[in-house]
């Protein structure tokens, strides 16, 4: 979903199926307001995996700024992430009270003190035979554990010889890599890609190679000494309303009663499945290791069912953009259409929206999907993230 910016402005809109990036939900401590959360665990830091839907700063680092209005509500300006305000992982950073991750990818006014963001907008689980320019990150989820290896590796030998070092201010203490949170949030855009070039049954028959993919990345890591690892599955994507609207048939039972698409919602809940069977089977063969399976899935769909109960709008809605009469322009984005310049603008009232800019959630949807999340009612087990490391 991404790269919205050049793919977008060519506003062959029609043919684009976005690679979204999957959310990363949390958990956290207790009871929302009372709980401090930093508890049991006392995580010093947090390395995070993913992709748009926990990137915050990677390929507007590596790429091209992600434009104004994202970051409106919460930073007041861009700030590298794909909504108007903080991710999820952002809720997670703070319930934890530990300060927002700077990407990996990132080389300006980066502290990666209480951990580092592998996260990149359009990363997909396996490597794609894409490009950047269709929307899909080349940083992979190999490659980002492969990035976190160098850094935990390079960091371990700053510290060596720290004397004849000064940056060693902005990176972690090697001996806290064990003690951390790992969270990871990916798979969305593996079934995205999969919507645009495949069948149902074609993507659903690649799923379990994704999900080896997957336990490959988390046994990599393991490997690398961590050990406490918080799991979002993917969300429901046949409800973005960035796709559906490309969806207009009149066959019947193409969407569900909340206007999504089934088909798309089917796959994903396969994907779930698998990964939580697979997460279960993790569990019993790293011995070590605590792994807490989050079900963002259904908070989320929980949250699009119930829009009017939270006192969201329509869940179809999409706040920023320009979305008419077959005319479709992007977030952020400005089109000259037969002499006539069009602006993906905000709406008045981005905190009543869920869907921010059709592809990803609003900043109000997230601190909505991490209250819910953080506190272990969707987990499995029934951990708050503060004590993901029993
Ligand atoms: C990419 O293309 C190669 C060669 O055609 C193929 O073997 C591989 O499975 C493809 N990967 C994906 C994810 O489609
Ligand atoms: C642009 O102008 C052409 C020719 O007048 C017309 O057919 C087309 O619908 C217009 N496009 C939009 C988006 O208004
Ligand atoms: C978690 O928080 C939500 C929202 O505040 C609440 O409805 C739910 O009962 C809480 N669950 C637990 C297990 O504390």
């Known amino acids: 979903m991404i790269i919205d910016s050049m793919k977008r402005t060519m ?53 091209w700024p992600i434009p104004p209005p994202y970051g409106v509500t919460y930073f007041r300006k861009p700030s590298g992430r794909h909504s108007d305000g903080r991710l999820i992982i952002d809720f997670i950073a703070e319930r934890l009270r530990l300060p927002l991750l700077s990407s990996y990818l990132d080389s300006i006014g980066t502290d990666f003190r209480h951990g580092a963001n592998f996260a990149t907008a359009g990363s997909p689980i396996r490597r794609q035979n894409e490009t950047i320019m269709d929307g899909v990150s080349p940083f992979s989820l190999d490659i980002q554990t492969s990035q976190f290896a160098q850094f935990k590796d390079r960091t371990t030998e700053l510290h060596r010889h720290a004397a004849r070092y000064c940056d060693t201010m902005t990176l972690p203490n090697p001996k806290e890599f064990s003690r951390a949170l790992y969270t990871l949030d990916i798979g969305q855009n593996d079934l995205v890609v999969g919507f645009r070039k495949l069948t149902m049954p074609q993507i659903k028959a690649q799923i379990p190679d994704i999900i080896n993919q997957f ?13 406490a690892f918080w799991i979002h599955n993917t969300g429901p994507i046949g409800c973005l309303p960035g796709t559906r609207m490309y969806f207009r048939s009149k066959q019947p039972g193409l969407f569900d009663s909340h206007g999504c698409i089934r088909g798309h919602n089917a796959i994903a809940l396969e994907f779930n499945r698998q990964l939580k069977a697979r997460v279960a089977l993790l569990r019993a063969h790293l011995r070590h290791a605590s792994l807490v399976y989050v079900d963002i899935y259904s908070a989320k769909y929980h949250l699009i069912s119930n829009a009017k109960v939270y006192g969201f709008d329509d869940p179809m809605k999409i706040c920023c953009g320009h979305h008419k009469d077959n005319v479709h322009v992007w977030c952020g984005q400005r089109v000259r259409i037969n002499g006539t310049e069009v602006v993906g603008t905000a709406c008045s009232a981005p905190r009543t929206c869920i869907s921010w800019d059709g592809v990803h959630y609003s900043e109000a949807a997230n601190e909505w999907i991490a209250t819910r999340i953080l506190n272990g009612s969707y987990s499995d087990p029934p951990l708050p993230i503060s004590n993901a490391c029993s």
């Open 11 to 63: 506003a062959d809109a029609r043919a684009t199926v976005f690679v979204a990036a999957v959310l990363l939900s949390v958990i956290s401590g207790i009871n929302g307001s009372s709980a401090p959360a930093a508890s049991r665990c006392n995580f010093p830091a947090i390395y995070n995996f993913g992709d748009s839907n926990s990137d915050t700063g990677a390929i507007s680092a590596a790429f």
């Open 215 to 227: 336990a490959a990345a988390v046994v990599n890591l393991y490997q690398k000494g961590s050990r």
